[in-house]
């Protein structure tokens, strides 16, 4: 079994930074991408942003500038940090991976179980 735990979340002020942890563990042959979404009250989940395996970091728009994704592949972990962070981050932020648990066996997506910012003074 694979799980996604997901760290760092809390409350901030306006202006403030947090930093988000996901360390991916269990049955893990390989991990192609891994990823941040976030939910607010009464909306979809959205990308935040997405790291491939071999390739660029993309960033919602409204991110971009103030957010930074980053892997450490090692230990099986991505972060985001998350700079002058505005009453309109706040949401249940989630962990996101495609993972090939052993050999042989497709690839899937997990999530993590989330974890909320609050951006407020």
């Known amino acids: 079994q694979v799980q996604l735990v997901e760290s760092g979340g809390g409350l901030v002020q306006p202006g403030g930074s947090l930093r988000l942890s996901c360390g991916a563990s269990?049955?893990?042959?390989?991990?192609?991408?891994m990823g941040w979404y976030r939910q607010a009250p009464g909306k979809e989940r959205e990308l935040v942003a997405v790291?491939?395996?071999?390739?660029?970091?993309n960033y919602a728009d409204s991110v971009k500038g103030r957010f930074t994704i980053s892997r450490d592949n090692a230990k099986n972990t991505v972060y985001l940090q998350m700079n002058s962070l505005k009453p309109e981050n706040t949401a249940v932020y989630y962990c996101?991976?495609?993972?090939?648990?052993?050999?042989?066996?497709?690839?899937?997506?997990?999530w993590g179980q989330g974890t909320q910012v609050t951006v407020s003074s």
């Open positions: 790291m491939p395996s071999g390739g660029s970091a």
């Open positions: 269990g049955s893990i042959f390989s991990i192609n991408a």
């Open positions: 996101n991976a495609n993972i090939r648990p052993i050999y042989g066996i497709p690839y899937f997506d997990y």
